[in-house]
Structure formats: C-alpha cells, structure tokens
C-alpha cells in the first residue's frame, strides 16, 4: 500500500539545512525544503511513490504566513476508526530544530513506510498530523515569540488563572490550534523545543504559583509516555540534570496559559513537551545527529496510539449502531469521548496494572469492565437502552428507524402483556452472553473482547 501524503515545504534561513531531501547519499531522497532568503516564501513539492492529495492550512501567522499541515496515512483526510497523532514544531522563532526534525521525521516515513514495519503501522492504523512551524513569524525575526512578540506558549486559557479567556484577544496562532483541534480529536501529541534535552509532561502549572511537583489525573500514564521516549532515545535517559530523562513541568519551572494542558484539559489529547537539543540554534551539520538520536523515539511516540492502552468501539443492543459516547477509568478523573461517526475511543494507560473501564451514553445503561492491562487491548461496548418508569425504551440519539428494533410499549390488553413477558424473558437469555472473542484483532492488539 502506498503512503498518500501531502508534504508543505517551508523555506528555511539555515546555511546548510539537511532539507534538501533528508539525509545525503539517499537514493530514494526527495527535495523536501526550497529555500527562499530574499522572500522567505512557501513552496511546495510532491512526494515520490505518494499522492499528492491536498495541503492542509489550518490558519495564518501575525504576518499572514499559512500555518501548513501535513498528513501522512493511507487515507488521508478520510475519517475512519483510527487514532490520531500530531508533531507541532517551532512554537517559539528561536527554537528551529523541531521544524527541521518533523521534516525529516515525514521524509524518512515516506520513504520506508513499504520496508520498516513501524514505519508501516503508523501508515496503516493512524493518522499522524505534522505541523513543522506554528510561529514562522518569529522564526524569520529569529526570536522568541511571534511577530507581536508574544510567547504562543504561554497565550492559551489557563486552568489555575483567569488569563486569555477572551478569544478574540488571542494570538492568530493560538486560535488556529483550538480551532483545529476543535474538528479533530487527537489522541496524543507532542510539541518539540530546544534549550534542554527532556521530555515534559503536565501539569505545567500550580495553583499556588509554586515550583513543586504536580501531578494530573493521568500522572502515571505520562510518566511512561514520557519514559518510553526518553529511553528509546540516545542519551535523554542518561541527563545528569534529569532524573531518567523527565520532569513535571511545574516541578521544572511553573508555566501557566500553555499548550500541553491546555490540549489535556479541552481537548482530550495528552501532550507531551519535548526539549530535543541543548542547543536552540545548533549548527546545520548537528542535525543529523539529532535526527537520529530523536529518530525511533518519535515514532515509539506516534506508534504507542495504537501499541499501548485500550481502545475500541461503543454500539447499542437495540439497534447495533454505533453510539458516541465517554470512557472512563474508576479511579481516574478523566473522561475520554468517542468519535461522532464511529463511536471509537482510545485511552491511553500505563501498562501493567488493572483497570476498570466504564463506558457511558446518555440514554443507555452503563457498562463496566476490569481487565489486566499489558498490552493493547481492544474493549468493545454494546450498551442496552435504558427504560422509563412507564416502561418505554429511551431511544437512542442516533437515528435508530430501522426495522431491526422494537419499541416496547405497556399495553392495558392481557395479550400484549403475555407478549412482553416472553421477550423480556428471551432478552434475558440473550444478555448472559456478554462476553465475545471478535474475529479480527486490530493489527498489535493481542486482546480483544466485547461487554
């Protein structure tokens, strides 16, 4: 199967950028960057053995610069029952190697996607969203924040403070991202910075203002996200300064109206901070030693959607549609929703422990389930309607017309009674046989049962 993609090049001010065409002496190597000083322009390229399907803008700078997006699956822009994963780099100007390494990350996809088998499965089982420059503003002034100087990572709406809740007061960048993630729910992703050499996670903030650890619901699952990358990488684990390569980030240094939680508070995706290079603005011949130290952890990071925690569909007994609903771990105040079109959810866990999985519809019976997590396993619900005092079954908010269900309704005639009688009876036979082996896993996915 051949990886559909769409690559957007945006010119660099690099002397020498590894970017034109990834690393030297491929054969297979494709022009990825055109590089434009006088005009610092965009231009694009069509990958070889892909599709050029479309480009993808998900705003515009302070200085009207496209925010370009590329999508890398065998369908992108299709929806289908698959996670997704984004890389956003350059959040602040004077941090440049992450739009340089997610390029890089995107050409070395395209070109093995047929021969490495990671490099396969994130093809074929997600949708993996890379932005390389949110602030191409302030990467061509060289500087921190964008072109009204104005830290992006520091303008979302804060949890802890009352601070950028006016939308409209926000900058073009930021709004570009909520904006985006409005229209799709990413299950994990990563910013990429420099300046140190550690992978972050939440929360960012204190409530006090305080630097000291401060963990969020999901603690344990980002701890082995942001362990599993540290690890996979060359020498992030091995930090002197960083315990085994991670840090909370209010432990670190308290930060407050920033992406990461954010992105976990609003928008049901768990982000990672990912300092990449000691150096914010290393010469052009360090990159592809960094590529290569940050090479198989991006994409451990981008294949765990699939490879790590539970994942799975909700339908309903009565019609067998799929209903949208949430996912919720006893213990774990936190609430993952289900696509609208599928009903499919994805809730990253750390493995090795034992969880209790509830799923939830309104107008349906909630169902729960405790399973012993290793690996990935895939849990599909099917929920029963609920009934009201007088008996009749609520229907479900998707439209269930079809000739398949029955609606029940209590009669005052002893016929229709007697009527009701055996089919609660045969539904009582029928629910005793709740749990099913589904007959074709999900590709990594070693587990799979139906509630």
């Known amino acids: 199967m051949k990886c559909s993609l769409f690559i957007l090049f945006i010119s660099l001010t690099f002397s020498s950028v590894l970017a034109r065409g990834g690393l030297s002496g491929s054969a297979t190597t494709r022009l990825l960057l055109e590089e434009n000083h006088s005009q610092n322009r965009c231009a694009l390229a069509v990958i070889v053995e892909g599709v050029l399907d479309w480009m993808i803008s998900i705003g515009k700078s302070v200085n009207g610069f496209p925010l370009w997006v590329m999508e890398i699956s065998d369908k992108p822009g299709v929806e289908e029952p698959e996670p997704a994963f984004k890389f956003i780099g350059n959040v602040h100007g004077d941090e440049p190697v992450g739009r340089e390494i997610t390029l890089l990350l995107a050409n070395w996809i395209c070109d093995n996607h047929m021969k490495d088998p990671l490099a396969k499965l994130i093809v074929e089982n997600v949708h993996l969203h890379i932005l390389p420059s949110l602030n191409p503003d302030g990467f061509a002034l060289k500087r921190r924040g964008n072109a009204n100087n104005i830290d992006l990572n520091r303008d979302f709406p804060d949890q802890f403070f009352p601070m950028n809740n006016d939308e409209n007061a926000r900058q073009p960048e930021t709004r570009a991202i909520m904006n985006w993630l409005r229209e799709i729910h990413f299950t994990a992703s990563a910013t990429l910075h420099g300046g140190a050499l550690v992978a972050n996670y939440p929360w960012d903030g204190t409530q006090d203002q305080r630097r000291?650890?401060?963990?969020?619901?999901?603690?344990?699952?980002?701890?082995?996200?942001?362990?599993?990358?540290?690890?996979?990488?060359?020498?992030?684990?091995?930090?002197?300064?960083?315990?085994?390569?991670?840090?909370?980030?209010?432990?670190?240094?308290?930060?407050?109206?920033?992406?990461?939680?954010?992105?976990?508070?609003?928008?049901?995706?768990?982000?990672?901070?990912?300092?990449?290079?000691?150096?914010?603005?290393?010469?052009?011949?360090?990159?592809?030693?960094?590529?290569?130290?940050?090479?198989?952890?991006?994409?451990?990071?981008?294949?765990?959607?699939?490879?790590?925690?539970?994942?799975?569909?909700?339908?309903?007994?009565?019609?067998?549609?799929?209903?949208?609903?949430?996912?919720?771990?006893?213990?774990?105040?936190?609430?993952?929703?289900?696509?609208?079109?599928?009903?499919?959810?994805?809730?990253?866990?750390?493995?090795?422990?034992?969880?209790?999985?509830?799923?939830?519809?309104?107008?349906?019976?909630?169902?729960?389930?405790?399973?012993?997590?290793?690996?990935?396993?895939?849990?599909?619900?099917?929920?029963?309607?609920?009934?009201?005092?007088?008996?009749?079954?609520?229907?479900?908010?998707?439209?269930?017309?079809?000739?398949?269900?029955?609606?029940?309704?209590?009669?005052?005639?002893?016929?229709?009674?007697?009527?009701?009688?055996?089919?609660?009876?045969?539904?009582?036979?029928?629910?005793?046989?709740?749990?099913?082996?589904?007959?074709?896993?999900?590709?990594?996915?070693?587990?799979?049962?139906?509630?």
């Not at 799923?359 to 929920?383: H, N």
């Open 212 to 451: 000291n650890y401060y963990g969020c619901p999901d603690d344990e699952t980002f701890k082995f996200l942001a362990s599993s990358y540290s690890h996979s990488h060359h020498n992030m684990s091995l930090s002197k300064e960083f315990h085994q390569g991670i840090i909370n980030g209010a432990f670190w240094y308290p930060i407050y109206g920033g992406m990461q939680d954010w992105n976990y508070i609003h928008g049901g995706c768990l982000e990672l901070t990912l300092e990449i290079s000691d150096d914010k603005w290393p010469n052009a011949n360090e990159l592809p030693t960094i590529w290569e130290y940050n090479k198989i952890s991006m994409l451990n990071l981008v294949a765990s959607v699939v490879k790590n925690g539970v994942h799975g569909r909700i339908f309903s007994s009565d019609s067998g549609r799929p209903i949208p609903g949430s996912i919720t771990i006893k213990g774990i105040n936190y609430t993952v929703k289900a696509g609208r079109a599928f009903a499919d959810y994805y809730r990253l866990l750390a493995p090795g422990k034992k969880y209790e999985v509830i799923a939830s519809v309104p107008g349906y019976r909630s169902k729960s389930t405790i399973i012993w997590l290793e690996e990935a396993t895939t849990l599909d619900f099917i929920l029963d309607p609920e009934e009201t005092l007088e008996g009749n079954l609520l229907r479900s908010i998707c439209d269930c017309s079809s000739g398949v269900t029955t609606k029940l309704v209590w009669g005052y005639h002893m016929e229709i009674c007697f009527v009701l009688v055996i089919i609660a009876f045969l539904c009582f036979l029928l629910k005793r046989r709740t749990i099913f082996t589904l007959g074709k896993p999900r590709q990594s996915s070693k587990r799979s049962v139906m509630i």
